[in-house]
T-cell receptor
């Protein structure tokens, strides 16, 4: 049983560009959450998707948007990239309100 | 909103010693308390969790204790081994919200020397 998978593993983008990150949840999970983890910090909640809708959102600007597909996979989009967006982006999946399992993350570097 | 504080920020122990990491939270309605272990270059791994209806939970060398009155919970690792070296995070989901967003502590870097 595959766990949570994220792609790509690493990405380098230029300031002002747009980026799309992808996540496939653990088999049987229907809820996907996205987190941003800056170096040396704990993960910070961006938003959560359930039944293809954004159910909860953290304190992140509208430049951060997402989508969940009928197969429960999800995308995170970030527009107008800033240097400060450089971080490890983590996807976590869960079944309804149960335990959350994380993927390996996507390391985004904005130059 | 929920506030989560984790101590200590770094912890160095000798192999075989015990390690304890403490987390305090602010929302008395919180009812789920997970601990995650993050190794270098990897995502956080859920290692143990506890719900508010119990005071302690054990899984081999790892245990979590919960004091709801004082609003803190602790991770206990006994007989530490070098492979326990990692960053450990506590997390708390804000209560009374529909989703399962987690508020994380700042992490504890555990170093186990042999």
């Amino acid at each position: 049983d595959a766990g949570v998978t994220q792609s790509p593993t690493h990405l380098i983008k230029t300031r002002g560009q747009q980026v799309t990150l992808r996540c496939s949840p653990k088999s049987g999970h229907d809820t996907v959450s996205w987190y941003q983890q800056a170096l040396g910090q704990g993960p910070q909640f961006i938003f959560q998707y359930y039944e293809e809708e954004e159910r909860q959102r953290g304190n992140f600007p509208d430049r951060f948007s997402g989508h969940q597909f009928p197969n429960y996979s999800s995308e995170l989009n970030v527009n107008a990239l800033l240097l400060g967006d450089s971080a490890l982006y983590l996807c976590a999946s869960s079944l309804a309100l149960d335990e959350a399992f994380f993927g390996q993350g996507t390391r985004l570097t904005v130059v | 909103g929920e506030n989560v504080e984790q101590h200590p920020s770094t912890l160095s122990v000798q192999e075989g010693d015990s390690a304890v990491i403490k987390c305090t939270y602010s929302d008395s309605a919180s009812n789920y308390f997970p601990w995650y272990k993050q190794e270098l270059g990897k995502g956080p791994q859920l290692i143990i969790d506890i719900r508010s209806n119990v005071g302690e939970k054990k899984d081999q060398r790892i245990a979590v204790t919960l004091n709801k009155t004082a609003k803190h919970f602790s991770l206990h690792i006994t007989e530490t081994q070098p492979e326990d070296s990692a960053v450990y995070f506590c997390a708390v989901p804000p209560a009374n919200q529909a989703g399962t967003a987690l508020i994380f502590g700042k992490g504890t870097t555990l170093s186990v020397s042999s």
